[in-house]
C-alpha cells in the first residue's frame, strides 16, 4: 500500500511536468501566430501603399499637362480608396516631374505619318536643318528631340507606418529647341 501511494505522487509529479511543458508549447505557437499575424499585415500594407503609389504615377503621366512647359511647380495629392468606403486610404504625393536627359531624335528613328511633325517642325525651324556647316545634305537628326522624365511617387500612411517611393521614367518626344529645366 506504501508502494502505490509512491506510484500515485509520482504520476501527478509527471502529469504537472507534461502540463507544464505542454502550456509552454501553446504559449510559443500563440506568439508565433501573433507575429505571422502583423507579418502579414505588413505585407498587405506595402502592397496597398504600391498600388497608391502605381495609381498616382499613372495618374499624372496620363495628364499632358504635367510635361508641357511651364512645368507645374506644386506636388499634386492623389487618393486611393482600397475598401469602397469613399474614404482614402493612402495619399500618393507626386513631386513635379524632373528631365533627367534630352537628346535628338534620329530621322531613323521616325514612322511617318505618326511622326510627321518631326520632319515638319525641323524645316519650319530652319530650311537647312539637315545640311551641315559646309551646306551637304545630312539626314541624322529630325526636328524632334527624345525627353526622358522622372516621375516619383510617395506613400506615408501615419496609421500604418508603412513609408514608400517608387520612380517611373516617362519617354516623350518634343520640338527641336525644347530644353530640360
Known sequence: MNLEKQQRGVVLIVVLIMLGVFSVIVASMLTSSNVNFKIAGNQQYRVEAKL?????????ISNPANFSLPLPTTNSNVESDFDGNGVADMVAVVPPPSCLRIAPVLRS???YPKDKDCIRTAQD????????EEGIATVTNSGCVKMTWDVQANVTDTVTGTNLEMHQGVYLRAALGTTCL
Do not use: Q, V
Not at 497608391?52 to 499624372?60: G, K
Not at 525651324?125 to 551641315?132: E, K, L, V
Open 109 to 111: 528613328e521616325l514612322s
Open 125 to 132: 525651324i530652319d530650311a537647312n536643318i539637315f545640311r551641315d
Open 52 to 60: 497608391a503609389a502605381s495609381n498616382a504615377l499613372e495618374t499624372y
